[in-house]
């Protein structure tokens, strides 16, 4: 079946520091891919997502890569804020009907002025 | 703009008591999606339901039944609440019949205790 993996967390960084969170999925067929974020108190929002290999998401400053030859999403953003503190997922939905996604187990972003 | 909505952001509960979490979203999806949200383990799929009184089993269905009567209204019951279902519970909607590559929208979570 489907599965998304996180790179464990927490992580913390300071203010301006490079931010990669890495993200790596098992899948049939040709899923897309997604990075969702949850800010203190909120429900999850859209981040950024891709839909066929190479393509790239970004917004906000983040991006993300979907590379099928390694399986991979990685979360990027070379200058972090203190805004950006929340917890981040990556989702898979695998091109079945209805677009089910499947999370990772999130990874907790701390950044410190 | 879009808008999904939840009863209560607070519950708490008794073993054993039937508990409803309703959901309400405004942009006229298709799709709607219960998940439990706990540490360590991301979002776990309840429920989905793709047309209105239409439902299928997600990843960890069992103690839970959902009900949709109504298009924008999609409701999730535990049927005798147990204190392993204390959990975050976020509902989602999704507009459909994009193959898969369509947003999901969030609503705020209900945080369920269960004494």
């Known amino acids: 079946g489907n599965s998304v993996t996180q790179m464990e967390g927490p992580v913390t960084l300071s203010e301006e520091a490079f931010l990669t969170i890495n993200c790596t999925y098992t899948a049939t067929g040709y899923p897309s891919l997604f990075w969702y974020v949850q800010y203190p108190g909120e429900g999850l929002q859209l981040l950024l997502k891709a839909t066929k290999a190479d393509d790239k998401g970004s917004n906000k400053g983040f991006e993300a890569t979907y590379r099928k030859e390694t399986t991979s999403f990685h979360l990027e953003k070379g200058s972090v804020q203190v805004s950006d503190s929340a917890v981040y997922f990556c989702a898979l939905s695998g091109g079945t009907s209805y677009g089910k996604l499947t999370f990772g187990q999130g990874t907790i972003l701390t950044v410190h002025p | 703009d879009v808008k999904v909505t939840q009863s209560s952001r607070y519950l708490v509960k008794r073993t054993g008591e039937k508990v409803f979490l309703e959901c309400v979203q405004d942009m006229d999806h298709e799709n709607m999606f219960w998940y439990r949200q706990d540490p360590g383990l991301g979002l776990r799929l309840i429920y989905f339901?793709?047309?209105?009184?239409?439902?299928e089993k997600g990843d960890i269905p069992e103690g839970y039944s959902v009900s949709r009567e109504k298009k924008e209204r999609f409701s999730l019951i535990l049927e005798s609440a147990s204190t392993n279902q204390t959990s975050m519970y976020l509902c989602?909607?999704?507009?459909?019949?994009?193959?898969?590559?369509?947003?999901?929208?969030f609503g705020p979570g209900t945080r369920l205790l269960v004494l």
């Open positions: 339901s793709y047309d209105v009184k239409m439902k």
């Open positions: 989602a909607s999704s507009l459909g019949g994009t193959g898969g590559t369509e947003t999901q929208y």
